[in-house]
């Protein structure tokens, strides 16, 4: 018995190592990337709001429906903490429309669905020092 589990795990292990864990149509972070890497948009009726994730990088753009000229832009460094629930992250502002936001962080929570394709986000103002702790007033953002 002892031994068929161990030619399992060795076959198993090597399918793994020939194939990898993600293939190409993986949705999971890229290598040195988070479970956030990549694109995220959410569409409200006055405005989309567009989140882009690289390693430890954020950018947040808003563009407004009404005015398709007039758009503000976030930048900073970002980290998570994906082993409470719900999972946090937290955002450092260190480029804003609004100078008293730089140097500011906002708390926040997420979670992914299974397929990581949306994502729950509740995050506070910049320099508020409690984060939410439930999704009620979240974006809804869908993986691009």
């Known amino acids: 018995?002892?031994?068929?589990?161990?030619?399992?795990?060795?076959?198993?292990?090597?399918?793994?190592?020939?194939?990898?864990?993600?293939?190409?149509?993986?949705?999971?972070?890229?290598?040195?990337?988070?479970?956030?890497?990549?694109?995220?948009?959410?569409?409200?009726?006055?405005?989309?709001?567009?989140?882009?994730?690289?390693?430890?990088?954020?950018?947040?753009?808003?563009?407004?429906?009404s005015d398709q000229d007039t758009t503000f832009t976030w930048n900073g460094t970002f980290s998570l903490n994906t082993t409470v629930v719900p999972k946090h992250i937290d955002l450092l502002c260190s480029s804003s429309p609004d100078t008293n936001q730089i140097g500011k962080t906002s708390l926040g929570i997420y979670a992914l669905n299974t397929a990581a394709t949306a994502c729950s986000l509740a995050v506070t103002d910049f320099g508020d020092t409690v984060r939410p702790i439930d999704f009620h007033n979240a974006m809804i953002l869908t993986k691009q």
């Open 1 to 65: 018995m002892k031994t068929k589990w161990l030619i399992l795990i060795a076959v198993l292990t090597g399918a793994v190592a020939f194939w990898g864990c993600g293939g190409s149509g993986s949705t999971g972070p890229s290598p040195g990337g988070t479970e956030l890497e990549g694109t995220w948009v959410f569409n409200d009726t006055l405005f989309r709001m567009t989140f882009t994730f690289e390693e430890s990088n954020w950018t947040a753009v808003q563009e407004y429906w």
